[in-house]
């Protein structure tokens, strides 16, 4: 994390390095609380409270390749025609990628409710978290279904 949080472009003394760090630090601790008040709010389908959590400026990429914006995102959760259980995440790295930026890329796992269907969905996702006036709020999020058979040839 010290070396990431470096490669950020600090030029300045031990102690304003230290600063930093513990800046960064503080950062990530905030921003995986509030992915987590996200999860909360999904499964209890709160839109208001989702939608605190969301930037105005959020651009929501779905496994199938449609983007929502927050607007279209918290209507269609309020609409009633999408709900979610068990929503988790699993093997979450954060990166400071400025002094407000945090990017999230992880695994979510969860129930969804697409109309009268439920199905479990697994996805490896990419979040933008950016610092608005001192809140942290999700910018972007896009997120795959892996195929989980995929080959990589071998390099010579």
Request: net charge positive; charged share 20%; no cysteine.
């Amino acid at each position: 994390m010290i070396a990431a949080a470096l490669r950020i472009g600090f030029t300045g003394s031990f102690l304003s390095a230290a600063s930093f760090l513990q800046a960064a630090e503080s950062a990530i601790d905030e921003v995986r609380r509030a992915d987590q008040a996200r999860l909360v709010a999904m499964v209890a389908g709160d839109g208001r409270a989702l939608a605190g959590l969301l930037s105005e400026e959020l651009r929501f990429v779905h496994s199938d390749g449609r983007i929502e914006s927050k607007a279209d995102y918290v209507k269609n959760l309020l609409g009633g025609d999408t709900a979610y259980a068990d929503a988790t995440t699993a093997t979450v790295e954060a990166r400071p990628a400025g002094p407000d930026v945090v990017v999230l890329i992880g695994a979510q796992a969860m129930r969804k409710r697409l109309g009268p269907t439920w199905s479990d969905v697994n996805l490896r996702y990419l979040a933008v978290w950016r610092n608005e006036g001192g809140v942290w709020r999700m910018f972007a999020w896009q997120s795959m279904r892996p195929a989980g058979n995929s080959v990589v040839p071998a390099k010579n």
